[in-house]
């Protein structure tokens, strides 16, 4: 995202869905149950991956921060106050971390509400939700969502074996606080601290794109079975 432009229609996009969902409560709750089911379900895909230690914290940050049920409207508010301010003070890397976080966001909120519409009533299951994927189709956007979610922890790791990402948080926590960017300031302080320590996350990433893609496949194709259980990748333990 290198504008105001760029931010100004990320936010219109998800402000207008986020308009529908005041205005039609079934339609938050709907989204709601889709969105909680799709977040245990990256859950048990990656449940091996969460057994080793030096992964964990960065596929919690994945799993919370980037796809999670909860609401990010907060935090997408700061992002828009501040970036005019962000673009003079953080690296690069951490700009296109947030840029491309709020268009992972605006994009899976579109693709949810695409779900909610064609998805059978009742309880979620395995049938429903992949029954829903492919009456919504849009190939181009499920591949654009996992190119995404890879590019962010690429981001990420580049930020973190940057000399001036950890100063640059570290002077900006007190002020963001009084500036009432709390939310902002402890995504990215989140972020940085789960791949720090990581020593490198291309063999993460590239797990996560293998099975992201298989998956999106194997709904498309109308396999039986997609979500059956992923095999433990050997360099996941190495």
Known sequence: MNSRNDLDRLMER???????????????????????????????????????????????FFLSDLYGPQDFTRRDRDIERAWQRLKRTLPSAVLGVLGE?????????????????????????????????????????????????????????????HPLTGIALVAARIPAYAARFGELQSFLERGYAAFRDMGGASALLDIIH??????????????????????????ARG
Not at 28 to 39: D, H, I
């Open 101 to 161: 976080t709020l268009e992972l966001q605006s994009l899976t909120a579109e693709l949810d509400h695409a779900m909610i519409d064609v998805l059978a009533p009742g309880e979620v299951t395995p049938e429903s939700y992949s029954d829903a994927y492919r009456a919504v189709g849009r190939p181009g956007e499920r591949r654009r969502q996992i190119d995404l979610i890879i590019s962010i922890g690429a981001g990420l790791d580049r930020a973190v074996h």
């Open 210 to 235: 293998e099975r992201e893609t298989q998956l999106m496949e194997a709904l498309f194709r109308g396999d039986p079975e997609p979500f059956g259980p992923c095999a433990a990748d050997p360099v």
């Open 14 to 60: 998800k402000g207008a869905l986020a308009a529908r969902e005041v205005a039609e409560p079934n339609v938050a709750m709907r989204l709601r149950a889709l969105r909680v089911w799709q977040a245990a379900r990256l859950a048990r895909t990656y449940q091996d991956l969460r057994r080793d230690p030096r992964y964990r914290s960065a596929l919690d």
